[in-house]
């Protein structure tokens, strides 16, 4: 063989084991377990056992969430004892098979990622007022995305009605579809106003969704991120005025887009800022 040939052969060879790194088995024997009748990813992304917001995984056999992946984690021990192989990390989007402890990678997952996460582009928001088309959620049930239902916890009704409201604003509406319009605002650090911010739009997204797996949402991450932020004047169990939520809601959305006083600061100011003219 000629001198030349050999790098490449050597080469190959070294290489090899990345390769079969690379293409390491990541198709899961386990998906048919999925229910997806069971998964809500409305609900605040906290551990079932340990009540942590780190590292937090929803199992997809039953719905419920559990810290960790490795050994002696809940979600690991949750796995062994009950044989709920299907999990989603509620942070990073990427799915694993445990306790074997490996990434899945099949197209087949991407609406539960999608339900967890939607996403709309330019175009597909351009046709949101004209389209009449209608989603079927995973029950049979028909609905129109940005008319559903949003689940009364106990006494937010009066919150309710004004984030529906809110949610046909087309400018607002479009502004919180698309996350990277507010994902990198800047807050000092340990404000929680901008918590408030990302709340909103993940429930506009999840209100507009076309491929959610049930045709109402439950608006109680929003919610909590109100009472957090109104310092609990505005709660959800208890009843409030609608007309004084509304007008302390745009505020502090305006304050936490660090809008200030100048027109056009924020997409509150250029969506409800008007002018007056007195005559007299």
């Known amino acids: 063989m000629d001198e030349s040939e050999d790098p490449p052969t050597k080469k190959q060879k070294l290489e090899e084991p990345e390769n079969v790194q690379d293409v390491k088995p990541r198709l899961c024997p386990y998906l048919d377990t999925i229910n997806r009748q069971y998964l809500d990813f409305d609900f605040e992304k906290l551990c079932s056992v340990s009540l942590t917001r780190i590292n ?45 402890n490996y990434e899945i ?4 997952l991407d609406d539960i990622k999608y339900v967890l996460n939607p996403t709309f582009t330019p175009n597909h928001i351009k046709t949101l007022d004209s389209s009449t088309k209608l989603s079927r959620a995973i029950d049979g049930s028909l609905y129109m995305p940005g008319i559903v239902g949003l689940n009364n916890i106990k006494a937010n009704d009066y919150c309710n009605v004004v984030l529906q409201a809110l949610s046909h604003v087309a400018p607002l509406r479009n502004y919180f579809l698309r996350e990277e319009n507010y994902i990198k ?3 000092p650090p340990g404000d929680s106003a901008f ?10 997204r999840k209100l507009w969704n076309p491929r959610n797996f049930k045709a109402h949402v439950s608006p109680h991450e929003m919610l909590q991120a109100v009472v957090l932020w109104s310092k609990k004047k505005f709660q959800f169990t208890q009843q409030g005025d609608p007309i004084d939520f509304l007008s302390w809601f745009l505020n502090a959305l305006h304050k936490a887009l660090n809008g200030n006083k100048k027109k056009d600061s924020s997409i509150i100011y250029k969506s409800f800022l008007g002018n007056m003219k007195i005559y007299t």
């Open 56 to 100: 937090v995984y929803a199992c997809l056999v039953c719905g419920k969430y559990f810290q960790g992946r490795g050994t002696n984690t809940h979600a690991y021990t949750h796995s062994v004892a009950e044989s709920h192989h299907v999990y989603l990390n509620l942070h990073t989007l990427k799915f694993y098979c445990l306790p074997d």
């Open 105 to 108: 990678i099949d197209s087949s």
């Open 185 to 187: 605002v800047k807050r």
């Open 195 to 204: 918590l408030l911010v990302q709340r909103y739009g993940e429930l506009m």
